[in-house]
């Protein structure tokens, strides 16, 4: 008898909305391609205790739309030792496991690239909310996550406007102020303040008290949580301005939710492309997408590139504010 080819998932960090629909397109393709399809509880801390689930068909129905991960995720501090990586390569090697995906952000993707040092051909696809993954135009579950902030800025607007307030919005983004820049142009906020840009709060303070004199009834200021924290912020501006100010932290609200229609489909591509490149004899790679195509590079290569805040879209803000 020949035995099939074994391809086993899992997904690692914090979730994202889409990360779903890519285990659910991995699995598929694979399975219309002839491999066994394995998925890993709890990511990286499921592997080193060894809890695969098989996946047929249906096993992955009904998720395509649904936020989170059925798969669940988790922080391993454990897969960070040589003991516990050791480990887990021991439990893919007895499985009989030949291709490993990993859906995840910038950690998860350090842990496929030391797998693939160990002779376990890894695969990386692009899940945080954060936008922060060198080397890819987006990550998975970033634009359901704009949408969501986007909405909740429209619900603050309302009610900032009704009593004449200022309102200071945390958003997440860990050290990447994407969410911040996008969410804000999208929603037509005041200010951004995101750590890739020196925030003048002197400034933001001065424009907001020159609109109010204008005759304006409310002001919105999203803040990047690797900018600072939405409560500092709106006690300096209320200092600077005298204008009642509060402060919201949007928190997990932003990781969860259906995945938007564009996450839904760029996920089930990433995760049709990465039987492609198996079949082409391709590993080691993490895959995204530039210019509307998807593509690959390798671990090391997208470690040693930079992220970079799209400077154009931080002037257009400016320009239309
Ligand atoms: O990486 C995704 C993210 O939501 C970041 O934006 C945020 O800083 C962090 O995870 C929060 O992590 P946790 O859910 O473990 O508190």
Redesign the pocket.
């Known amino acids: 008898m020949i035995s099939l080819k074994k391809i086993a998932i899992l997904t690692s960090?914090?979730?994202?909305q889409g990360m779903n629909s890519a285990v659910r397109a991995v699995a598929r393709t694979g399975l219309a391609n002839g491999f066994e399809i394995f998925g890993i509880r709890k990511g990286y801390k499921g592997l080193i205790n060894n809890d695969f689930i098989k996946l047929g068909s249906k096993e992955v129905s009904d998720i395509l739309y649904r936020g989170g991960t059925f798969l669940q995720s988790a922080?391993s501090a454990e897969f960070e030792t040589p003991e516990g990586q050791a480990q887990a390569v021991e439990n893919l090697k007895a499985k009989g496991i030949d291709y490993l995906v990993v859906i995840g952000?910038?950690g998860s993707y350090r842990g496929a690239q030391a797998l693939e040092r160990h002779g376990i051909k890894s695969f990386g696809l692009p899940g945080?909310?954060?936008n922060?993954i060198p080397l890819t135009d987006y990550t998975i579950g970033f634009d359901t996550t704009l949408n969501v902030v986007t909405d909740a800025v429209g619900n603050l607007r309302d009610t900032m406007s009704s009593h004449e307030r200022v309102s200071v919005i945390e958003a997440?983004?860990?050290n990447?102020g994407d969410?911040a820049l996008q969410a804000g142009i999208a929603s037509g906020v005041d200010a951004i303040l995101i750590p890739e840009i020196e925030p003048d709060i002197k400034q933001t303070a001065a424009n907001i008290k020159e609109r109010f004199e204008r005759g304006k009834s409310h002001s919105i200021v999203i803040v990047a949580?690797?900018a600072g924290k939405a409560e500092d912020v709106a006690k300096q501006i209320k200092e600077l301005t005298g204008l009642d100010t509060r402060p919201t932290v949007l928190g997990?609200i932003?990781?969860g939710g259906t995945p938007s229609a564009f996450d839904r489909v760029y996920s089930s591509r990433l995760g049709h492309k990465v039987i492609e490149l198996i079949q082409q004899g391709v590993t080691g790679v993490g895959l995204g997408m530039e210019n509307n195509k998807i593509t690959y590079h390798s671990f090391e290569e997208i470690f040693n590139a930079k992220t970079e805040i799209n400077e154009q879209l931080y002037h257009i803000f400016e320009d239309l504010v």
Not at 13 to 16: Q, V, W
Request: charged share 40%.
């Open positions: 960090g914090g979730d994202s922080r952000g910038d945080t909310i954060d922060d997440m983004g860990r990447c969410i949580e690797g997990h932003q990781r």
